[in-house]
């Protein structure tokens, strides 16, 4: 069966520091990959998503970036980061049109 | 208008209710269509999937498709206090590649015991 890990669970961060959120994917092979942010009243926005290695397509301009090394890693990274870009971080996968989303990593900017 | 738009609750109703929640949608190219299931500081679980007009059972869920009225719907009988969570729909264009969902912004419910 397929399994979806993110690492960290929750992470502080002052302003201005860098940021790198890692999600893995087991048990299935070249899935999409995707990344989404979920704040409080906003529902879900895609921010990333893969369709294989080195492939990203950004969804919204912002001081993020996303990184696919391997076919089911991919990495959620920022060099500063913004009181804005606090959030729940999720990482999801598909290979056909009903995606699965891992357990999320909380960030809080201050 | 929004693509997708569902009622944004909240919503409390007692254990062993019946309870409706709703998504309409502007987008009649549409094809797919989910129900998502997310409990606090969780991340959300697939509940329902289909891809046609109709329903579709699944235990004490029940996922309705209206797509002439481009309209969608969960049905949960018999309402359990583990039921309260965070319900988002989600729909899709394609399959595949390019199968990026559409959210709602979702509805919480609580059931009171």
């Known amino acids: 069966s397929q399994t979806i890990h993110q690492w960290p669970a929750t992470l502080v961060q002052p302003v201005g520091s860098p940021l790198s959120l890692e999600c893995t994917v087991e048990?299935?092979?070249?899935?999409?990959l995707y990344w989404y942010r979920q704040a409080a009243g906003r529902g879900l926005q895609l921010l990333f998503y893969?369709?294989?290695?080195?492939?990203i397509s950004s969804e919204v301009p912002q001081n993020l970036s996303a990184s696919r090394p391997q076919d089911r890693q991919f990495i959620l990274s920022s060099k500063k980061l913004l009181l804005s870009d606090s959030g729940f971080y999720l990482c999801?996968?598909?290979?056909?049109?009903?995606?699965?989303f891992g357990p999320g990593t909380r960030l809080l900017v201050l | 208008q929004k693509e997708v738009e569902q009622d944004p609750g909240p919503l409390s109703v007692p254990e062993g209710a019946i309870v409706s929640l709703n998504c309409t949608y502007s987008?009649?190219?549409?094809?797919?269509f989910m129900w998502y299931r997310q409990y606090s500081r969780k991340g959300p679980e697939l509940l329902m999937y289909?891809?046609?007009?109709g329903n579709k059972e699944d235990g004490r869920f029940t996922a309705q498709v209206d797509k002439s009225s481009k309209y969608i719907s969960l049905f949960i009988r018999d309402s359990q206090p583990s039921d309260s969570a965070t319900y988002l729909c989600?729909?899709?264009?394609?399959?595949?590649?390019?199968?990026?969902?559409?959210f709602g912004k979702g509805i919480t419910l609580s059931v009171r015991p």
């Open positions: 989600a729909m899709s264009l394609h399959t595949g590649a390019n199968s990026k969902l559409t």
């Open positions: 048990g299935t092979s070249n899935p999409n």
């Open positions: 987008n009649s190219a549409f094809q797919y």
């Open positions: 289909t891809y046609s007009s």
């Open positions: 893969s369709v294989g290695i080195g492939q």
């Open positions: 999801a996968w598909s290979v056909e049109e009903t995606q699965y």
